[in-house]
């Protein structure tokens, strides 16, 4: 869709291109699998290593997954995280024998400055439904988060909802989930939810923060009732 760039004013400038190609309206019928994606870094920090793990939906059993590892062409500037990472996480995503149905990213989708977090670029770029799940907020304001599993309150910025500040698990710190492309905000957090178990974080990105770090993937959890 565009040259990678080399420098943050050509990041910003491709963001603000694409933020009007996002789709926020839910176009998934029946998922069946869902991918989480996470990046980690090797050599002091000059090698990116993607982790792609896809699990069977509702099941949450791993049934692919691809590791990728690339030189680092682009620096760490907050809200330009997906020109660091996305170049590898393409790679590895080429690298599936059962694409998924949706990605869960580790990172903002809708919830961005631009409006256009990793989940939405990359979203752009596969044509795969994805959201962003991010453990920490990057922008917007919210009324005091939730305590109960599966509550939520609107996440704002300048009168528009760009997200959810979600409780998965009562007494650990909320996620914020946004939309990222082809999926509305609802759809998002039912899909979270249907992927978080016992554990704060959902599955897809545990198992793939567990192969990109130690090369395993971790046992299947137990659904909470």
């Not at 692919?64 to 995503?93: K, M, N, W």
């Not at 024998?97 to 977090?117: E, F, K, S, T, Y």
């Not at 919210?142 to 704002?156: C, F, N, Q, Y």
């Amino acid at each position: 869709m565009h040259p990678w760039p080399t420098t943050a004013d050509e990041a910003i400038a491709i963001q603000e291109q694409l933020r009007s190609q996002v789709c926020t309206v839910n176009e998934l019928d029946t998922v069946q699998t869902v991918a989480g994606v996470d990046v980690g870094f090797e050599q002091e920090n000059t090698i990116a290593r993607a982790a792609v793990v896809v699990l069977r939906y509702p099941e949450l059993e791993p049934i692919d997954h691809a590791l990728a590892r690339q030189p680092v062409t682009f620096p760490y500037i907050p809200g330009l995280l997906s020109f660091r990472e996305s170049p590898v996480v393409l790679d590895a995503l080429a690298q599936l024998q059962h694409p998924p149905d949706v990605l869960i990213c580790d990172g903002q989708g809708l919830a961005h400055p631009r409006r256009c977090g990793i989940a939405c670029h990359l979203g752009l770029l596969t044509n795969i439904p994805a959201i962003g799940c991010a453990k920490s907020r990057l922008i917007g304001q919210h009324d005091p988060p939730p305590v109960e599993r599966g509550d939520w309150v609107a996440l704002t910025d300048q009168g528009e909802t760009i997200g959810a500040v979600l409780c998965t698990r009562q007494g650990t710190r909320p996620l914020y989930v946004s939309p990222g492309h082809r999926i509305s905000l609802e759809r998002s957090i039912a899909l979270v939810l249907g992927c978080t178990t016992r554990y704060r974080l959902p599955e897809t990105t545990r198992m793939a923060h567990n192969l990109a770090s130690h090369g395993v993937l971790p046992q299947r959890q137990q659904r909470l009732c």
